[in-house]
């Protein structure tokens, strides 16, 4: 069986296993992803692409890679997207029999335009799913907001399924909508729980379709909003937004090393984005992932790993709303025949770590499912998934470099994901530090035995 | 093969694949454990043996349990102990050398007896481990206030086996240091976090050694205090305790049955303990495998299930400082002649199931990893470990009963447990019901193929 001829000896594993558990005692007992991550969320905060404080937190991940003794630290040029809110929105429920005005707290969908004519104040349509769309006549949503009150699906135990689905209620719903004659559109929080947080994340518009502008709200207002139109079907909501695009702004990757002893042409990634939303501390979204793969390059010093290939932490620019750090990463690899064998992202939460997607050919899949058991005493047990990152899917695209992303337990995510939710306070520190741990026993293993 | 030989047929593995599907779904779409613990936290709160609380506690349980359409609902009376905290404690530093008086937030260890005599203004010393007590020559102890300053070993993956060693610490600390000469012992909270609660839990005295006061402060105290005695070792410390251990008190297990329709005199369990130290509301700790277990009942029958052994749910009373609601639950049994097949027990706290510790023979053990690809889909892996539970050791003792415990993500239990943090917003709803799920699933193999 071919499994067995890949597995390797006994006496390799049993060394692997000593490191693999050296690079774990380390960060549980010493780990400082948690330390470097508390300073990029209470010393910068929240940074969108473009903003004063993604360009701080460059100037963090720059130094802070220094720090950790990596033997090259250099940042690359990316033009971003650059989306600003400006002043907060402002949303009023004006009921059609009475003058007592709730408010209702929006916040505009990244990328959507704001109100530019002054606010709104219209009619609204509440619309159960994007599907059901189609059975609306279109007269029934012609100038009003539509309310698309769709759920996030919770019967899905990986939650990343049911988001795989729900990320389109976002993404579409003022091109869904304006054909119709919307004017603008509120959604659902992309959330499966019940709370007062509306979260944000990227829309889309399409050149030949009116721009509308497009927000959240947070699914208990969403419920209370439901329940209100019920009793209430001609009330208006008057709804202020100052969000714009303004033209591209100059921005970077940054990228620590440790440089190979043996195979000096050939590269191992770990990487994360250090842009979030304008929302929160983007301490899970995706904080958490940039101070990981900083780790990672620590934890491999600590445990003695003197590596073959070069192997880089990236901090990725622009993952929210353009992807343009992760495609310039990948055109620069390619101009400068930088060869990649593998990236690994994370981009999916600080929570405990539970096993890694994976996108590669089946002698790929077979070599890393060979490494399960070294994995098993950390309770490390799912390599099953299909899927790398959006940062380091262009790395496949141009160079077929084999990807894994790591997979926290994703039972919280989306509660937090995108919202003001998304804190350092929700960051459990020895969650953080078992997926840095992850990632450097699976960097070590690909290191040291290759993919091929 | 064995393992091959109990493998159950590909089409009972697609029928039993469906059931746990259905299982799954409704847990996470319609679980009722979340607003069941709500109100037993917030109605109710804590609930420690021979309490107020503990006996509204009984009723609730009761009311729960007949609400959800248990067939039978019962009560058994036991006598449980009856300690009581008193007044809140209060602990102050002296420092040697000016007039700062500064607070210190203490937490009787549970069973402590209090400071009766009046407050005791002493010296302190801190010593670094209970190992390390031999060490020092009793007359540096003599008269003082010992500080435990031992530290929970992080390195653990699993946070249980930190708490296997760190337990002894709090559990022995007044019967290592009263014999030598020590007039009370502050113990650091046994909790691998930097946070800034105090952590209780049982500890005892011997008959022939004379009872101290005992105490714990947080983990962020004890890195103060220990600061502080470098600075100023001749610091005192006033010790104010009220607690006291009172005469037993009549309380209740509380037992919900669905009736088995084919092995009429054969019983399945699944349990938590309804009682809670006296802090938090204990969510987790067990709060949570009360709920768990009851909607272990309602996930059945809402799956259809037609169990052919009795199923209970039962909410043990008194598993933190006695465990005399276990003990009685396994007398009570023997004497009735209830054959108990198998029990499962959640007790570790309401995070995302991971697996099941296990207590049994080879052949069970076999049986239950053949069941391991019909868990798969949940993320549900761990089926490896020694161990069942407090409440149900009895009936192994008694009956040879096959003993599972749950087990969740163990990362935050020890940041919660025993402490005034242990409350219902650390509850996520999700996991929650999937823990409730997770046990309905493997109730539901054990009923339909036996153990044998």
Chains 1, 2 share one sequence.
């Not at 630290?73 to 009023?92: L, N, T």
Request: with cysteine.
């Amino acid at each position: 069986m071919l499994l067995f001829s890949l597995t390797i000896s006994s006496q390799a594993q049993n060394e692997d296993s000593i490191v693999i558990r050296k690079i774990f005692d380390e960060a549980l007992q010493n780990g400082k992803a948690y330390d470097h991550l508390k300073v990029l969320c209470k010393n910068i905060g929240h940074r969108l692409s473009g903003s004063p404080q993604a360009a701080e937190a460059v100037k963090w991940a720059e130094k802070a890679m220094a720090d950790f003794g990596a033997d090259t630290v250099f940042k690359k040029d990316v033009m971003v997207p650059h989306w600003d809110r400006g002043a907060k929105e402002k949303a009023e429920i004006f009921p059609s029999k009475s003058r007592n005005i709730i408010p209702l707290n929006v916040l505009a969908l990244g990328g959507s335009v704001g109100t530019d004519k002054g606010p709104l104040l219209t009619q609204v349509i509440e619309v159960k799913s994007l599907a059901s769309l189609d059975s609306i006549p279109a007269k029934d949503i012609k100038g009003k907001i539509v309310f698309l009150n769709e759920h996030m699906d919770a019967k899905y135990v990986n939650t990343f399924e049911a988001y795989d689905h729900a990320f389109m209620i976002r993404w579409a719903c003022a091109r869904k909508t304006a054909p119709l004659g919307a004017v603008a559109v509120i959604i659902r929080s992309v959330n499966p729980s019940l709370d007062d947080f509306p979260h944000t994340g990227v829309m889309s518009y399409a050149d030949t379709i009116k721009k509308i502008p497009a927000c959240a709200i947070s699914t208990n207002d969403a419920d209370k909003l439901s329940a209100l139109l019920k009793k209430d079907p001609l009330l208006k909501i008057k709804l202020e937004m100052h969000c714009r695009m303004l033209p591209d702004a100059a921005s970077h990757n940054v990228v620590g090393q440790l440089n190979g002893t043996a195979l000096k042409d050939k590269y191992l990634v770990v990487g994360g984005h250090l842009d979030s939303w304008d929302t929160g501390e983007g301490a899970h979204d995706d904080g958490a992932g940039v101070v990981q793969s900083m780790e990672v390059l620590n934890l491999l010093k600590k445990a003695g790993v003197v590596p073959k290939h070069n192997i880089r932490a990236v901090a990725f620019m622009n993952e929210e709303n353009g992807n343009r750090g992760g495609i310039e990463y990948a055109e620069l690899a390619q101009k400068n025949n930088e060869k990649h064998i593998a990236a690994i992202e994370s981009d999916a939460g600080g929570f405990t770590p539970r096993g890694f997607f994976i996108k590669g050919d089946s002698l790929q899949r077979n070599k890393i499912l060979a490494w399960k058991p070294l994995f098993a005493p950390y309770f490390i047990h799912s390599f099953e998934l299909e899927g790398g990152g959006v940062d380091i899917g262009p790395l496949r695209k141009k160079q077929n470099t084999f990807l894994m992303g790591l997979l926290p337990d994703t039972q919280r995510y989306f509660d937090i994901h995108h919202s003001p939710n998304d804190v350092f306070e929700n960051i459990n520190r020895r969650e953080l530090e078992l997926g840095a741990a992850t990632m450097a026993a699976m960097i070590y293993l690909i290191d040291k035995y290759g993919l091929e």
